[in-house]
């Protein structure tokens, strides 16, 4: 890139290229940083200068400062490491007392009480009554060892043999609540277990202390076997065999073949190798189903995580990688041992995908340590733990597992809980860094292409906070071999622009926004001396140990336009010093004057999307109509300016409409989705618009819900078979009367009873409600036009504009009447603008099937003479046409046409990680948004995720949810009394035994 001037710049950018500098200090002479701080094969003491792939910049390396425990500091007691877990609702379970009792810490009140087992008083007997002749024995004593809460909301205790040889488990339901359901470990296996992770399935892997195992369990808690075979695969012949009764490959002959049985085995074996794993202290699972078990220590004194695959060791790791981010001062006895791990979880601030994070607490028990898991299972055997700069102090820690409570909420924060004492207390990393206090790089040699170039500025797009600087030095020289020789020269103290960066209609990143208060922006030098063709430049970063200064780019600007040479006369450039002074003072205001002259010259970068600035976007956007909604952030202002073109196409379609929401809701839109038409549902996930006309409705009746006398007790209905146009009338009116007389409506003799298309008087009482619950039964909807049409007509019979028709509803054409005929016509016009548009929908539906009138008289014996006059039948026909003609109206497009034109939309959000207010929000917004793009003549409405499923209204195979099914967690969180919603959450059940042990508050 070239400005207005002609000049360019050498560029620093990203990782590949500051991997290309060289580190200016003895320890390393002449390396590139990308040896030394990203090669396999980098020396053991750690580069003074680091990478930061979150903000592509490079600073000063951090160190993880090491706490060294004091004379007489007591180390967490493996005895307590017993088990600790939390659930759902962020109630944290323990086993304390050495394994005899659970305790639970409400998260509600903050109390820590016992869970289990709970002490009941003998009930005493009533005089008279029966008793025991001799107390009952109390039950042996218990000792629990491993806890877990799974997927499924179970609490599960592992039991170790005391007396017996038999071990089990506690299962607790903390949904339903009551007694705890006993299972016993099947003999001749005996169990002991040390550790115990929930599983992704919702089972459990459970370490064996005895056996040096890992047992699988599935959702259900029944063993799985780690090598599955088929029960048919050891009994199965092969299907070619030699003709001879030989068999094998090769045709010799011998016994006929058995195939020999894959080990069935719900456990596997702990593996013991040269780096160690004789010792396993905990135990985790990985989201894909993999097993991380923690070793205490491996061959070098480390603690050791082996990764186990399907039931085979994959890979082995060391902790040592600790000492890389230690400062060399600290690194004398220290000797990271495991004593418990646990994963670390990033939280919604996280704006890159990270690997898998462990967490893991030393036996001294004063820090904890965070590694990224590098594991490739292309590659196996590549296990690696790479530890992370942080200070993670335990603050009086017993020995208690470490607990998850969810996803890290604020920078540095783990996600998790360990026990201090009593209380339990967030793991958060420290504000505390500790930086190296400086460091030196130098640069590649920059080429400027000609003998003598005058190289004109350096500009370093940085963050360097109070109390820190970088201070740049050159050297220069027209032949690259002679540059290695020669001295640096100190430039002057880089400046902060007031403006940003120089580049014209830069959309600015994280490392060039302008901050003054906090460092941030494009720091400029003007470079004094520097003429030559190479170049090159050592950046000295300088800090306090508490902050760093972070360079993201550096420019280094060459040929400089001088405006001594162009715009002065000669007079002015005799003087060899005066001349330098100028040539020097004049490029201060060359800079500002070209900065604008590049903005003037690049005015095209605003009219791309790409390249325009944030604050051009609603500039930008106006050129096409669009209105950006404020909410939008940048990058989907960007991507809705982009696409503009093809939403305005589809406007109104179900694809736009789903587009439109996903983009003011969802963090992440791919450009994939733009390629319309494509079809509306295709995706899994993400929103969903669910048009009326595809839903069904059934009837309060078939849902048990009772419509003549409300009671509590359960109904069950069985719907008979729905009436058909083969029954006639005649079957309707049939239907009808054994209706009423089943409900005591009618007696047995009341023959005269028939069905009506208008709702009939409420005498005797339920007679409407009855006649309500036949027609959603029977026909499938209620008949309502012949109604409202009788109520309009009563109304203009009252005013005695009818010129005579009287009551009912005419059923004929009043042919000699023309008086009557006008009055009719006139009722029709004066019709509610509703009723009228339901009118015609029913003599357009009758005009559609005998398309002429005269058809329509021949088939029905009816005198009406036009379509648009027709009124629908208050009576129910006896003509097979008319009665046709009544019945699909009323069962087909009447019920088509009240779901037409509408449609809702449901919105991603989950229960249990979404307050009330966020749901208000986003609703309100996707209301907005889809006010503006849906077509004028819809109706629709918004509403969360959990409405997918609604009692009497469902879209089978759409709308079907799998997994845990009732317990799933995201289906089934906690009812908070305040912000939950009923219908998207639990209540609580009462258990069957009120005294078996305590409830939690949510």
């Known amino acids: ?52 792939a979150a903000q592509a910049s490079i600073g000063l390396a951090q160190r993880v400062s090491r706490f060294v425990p004091a004379k007489g500091d007591v180390a967490p007691s493996t005895a307590q490491r017993l088990g600790a877990a939390a659930d759902a609702n962020g109630n944290i379970y323990a086993i304390v007392d050495g394994g005899s009792r659970i305790t639970v810490r409400n998260a509600g009140t903050g109390r820590v009480s016992t869970f289990w087992p709970v002490s009941t008083p003998a009930p005493t007997p009533e005089p008279g ?3 025991p002749a001799e107390p009952a024995e109390p039950p042996s004593p218990q000792h629990f060892a491993g806890l877990a809460v799974t997927r499924a909301h179970y609490l599960v205790v592992g039991v170790k043999p005391v007396s017996t040889p038999r071990s089990g488990f506690l299962v607790f339901d903390l949904l339903a609540g009551g007694p705890p359901l006993p299972l016993s470990w099947p003999l001749p296996w005996v169990m002991s277990p040390l550790d115990m992770a929930a599983r992704p399935c919702g089972g459990l892997a459970v370490l064996d202390r005895i056996g040096h195992r890992v047992w699988l369990l599935n959702r259900r808690l029944g063993m799985e076997a780690v090598f599955p075979v088929s029960p048919l695969a050891a009994h199965t012949p092969p299907d070619f065999q030699a003709s001879d009764g030989a068999s094998g490959a090769d045709g010799a002959g011998g016994a006929p073949h058995t195939p020999s049985a894959t080990p069935h085995q719900p456990w596997f074996t702990l593996q013991t190798t040269a780096l160690g794993g004789g010792h396993p202290v905990a135990i985790e699972v990985l989201p894909d189903g993999g097993v991380l078990v923690l070793d205490e220590a491996g061959a070098d004194g480390f603690a050791l995580v082996s990764l186990y695959v399907g039931g085979v060791l994959q890979a082995q790791a060391s902790a040592s990688d600790v000492l890389r981010v230690t400062p060399v001062q600290d690194r004398p006895g220290l000797s990271l041992r495991g004593f418990d791990f646990a994963f670390h979880a990033d939280g919604p601030g996280s704006i890159q995908r990270k690997p898998p994070r462990l967490v893991l607490v030393s036996t001294e028990g004063n820090q904890a340590y965070v590694f990224e898991l590098l594991w490739d299972a292309a590659q196996p055997h590549t296990l690696q733990l790479a530890a992370q700069a942080g200070y993670l102090p335990l603050k009086r820690y017993g020995g208690l597992q470490l607990v998850s409570r969810g996803l890290a909420q604020v920078e540095g924060d783990t996600g998790l809980l360990y026990a201090s004492e009593a209380n339990w207390l967030p793991l958060v990393a420290q504000r505390r860094p500790r930086h190296v206090p400086e460091a030196a790089l130098l640069t590649v040699p920059f080429d400027g292409g000609d003998p003598g170039c005058v190289w004109h500025r350096v500009m370093l797009d940085a963050c360097i906070p109070a109390g820190c600087r970088v201070q740049v030095a050159s ?69 306090n140990e508490l902050s760093t200064p972070r360079i993201t780019t550096l420019r280094a600007w060459r040929p400089r336009f001088s405006y001594l040479q162009h715009y002065l006369p000669a007079s002015y450039r005799e003087d060899a010093a005066s001349a330098d002074f100028l040539e020097r003072f004049l490029a201060n205001f060359e ?102 006309y595809l839903t069904r409705s059934l009837p309060p009746a078939l849902l048990g ?112 009447n023309a008086a009557q005929q006008s009055a009719w016509r006139k009722f029709i016009a004066q019709l509610d603008p509703l009723l009228l548009r339901q009118l015609r929908r029913w003599q357009a539906a009758v005009a559609r099937r005998h398309v002429r009138i005269g058809l329509y008289q021949r088939d029905t014996a009816s005198t009406w003479p036009a379509f648009d006059v027709l009124p629908p039948p208050t009576e129910l026909p006896s003509n097979p046409a008319a009665l046709a003609d009544w019945a699909l109206f009323e069962t087909r497009v009447a019920p088509i046409a009240a779901r037409a034109h509408r449609f809702s939309v449901l919105l991603p959000i989950s229960g249990p990680d979404t307050d009330a207010d966020t749901v208000a929000r986003q609703v309100d917004h996707a209301r907005r948004v889809v006010a503006l793009a849906k077509p004028a003549h819809t109706a629709f409405d918004v509403k969360p995720y959990w409405a997918l499923l609604r009692i009497g209204q469902v879209r089978l195979g759409l709308d079907t949810l799998l997994g845990l099914g009732s317990r799933e967690p995201d289906i089934a969180p906690a009812l908070v009394l305040g912000s939950g919603h009923v219908g998207s959450a639990r209540l609580g059940a009462k258990p069957a035994v009120p005294n078996d042990r305590i409830l939690l508050e949510c």
């Open 1 to 52: 890139m070239q400005d207005a001037n002609g000049s360019r710049f050498a560029l620093v950018l990203g990782r590949q290229d500051w991997g290309q500098c060289r580190l200016d200090a003895a320890a390393w002479p002449g390396q590139p940083l990308l040896d030394t701080l990203w090669s396999d094969e980098a020396e053991s003491e750690a580069a003074p200068l680091a990478f930061d």
């Open 129 to 131: 009554a029966f008793a």
């Open 705 to 816: 819900e009772t419509v003549v006398t409300p009671d509590d007790a359960p109904r069950v209905v069985t719907p008979g078979a729905r009436w058909t146009l083969n029954e006639g009338a005649e079957g309707l009116h049939r239907r009808w009367r054994d209706w009423r007389i089943a409900r005591g409506l009618a007696k047995g003799a009341d023959t005269a009873t028939r069905f009506s298309p208008l709702p009939p008087a409420d005498v005797p009482a339920g007679t409407l409600a009855a006649w309500t619950a036949f027609c959603q039964i029977t026909l499938g909807a209620v008949p309502t036009l012949a109604s409202d049409l009788d109520t309009a007509w009563r109304r203009w019979v009252a005013t005695g504009q009818d010129a005579g028709l009287g009551l009912p509803l005419p059923a004929r054409w009043p042919q000699s």
């Open 591 to 692: 800079g500002q004057f070209t900065a604008l002259e590049d903005r003037i010259a690049t005015a095209r970068a605003l009219f791309d999307v790409r390249s325009a600035p944030a604050d051009t976007l609603d500039w930008l956007a106006g050129w096409l109509g669009l209105v950006l909604d404020p909410a939008l952030d940048e990058a989907r202002r960007r991507q809705l300016i982009r696409h503009a073109m093809p939403l305005y196409q589809y406007r109104g379609t179900p694809q736009a409409l789903r587009l439109a929401v996903q983009l003011a809701l969802s963090p992440c839109v791919p450009d994939a989705d733009f390629a319309l038409p494509a079809r509306s549902q295709e995706a899994p996930r993400g929103v969903r618009l669910v048009e009326g």
């Open 475 to 543: 050297r220069w020289s027209d032949d690259a071999a002679l540059l290695p020789d020669l001295p640096f020269t100190d430039e002057p103290t880089p400046l902060l622009r007031p403006n940003g960066s120089e580049l014209p209609w830069l959309i600015e990143g994280p490392g060039a926004t302008t901050d003054a208060a906090r460092g941030h922006g494009t720091w400029e030098l003007l470079l004094q001396g520097a003429r030559g063709r190479w170049l090159q430049l050592r950046l000295t970063l300088q800090g």
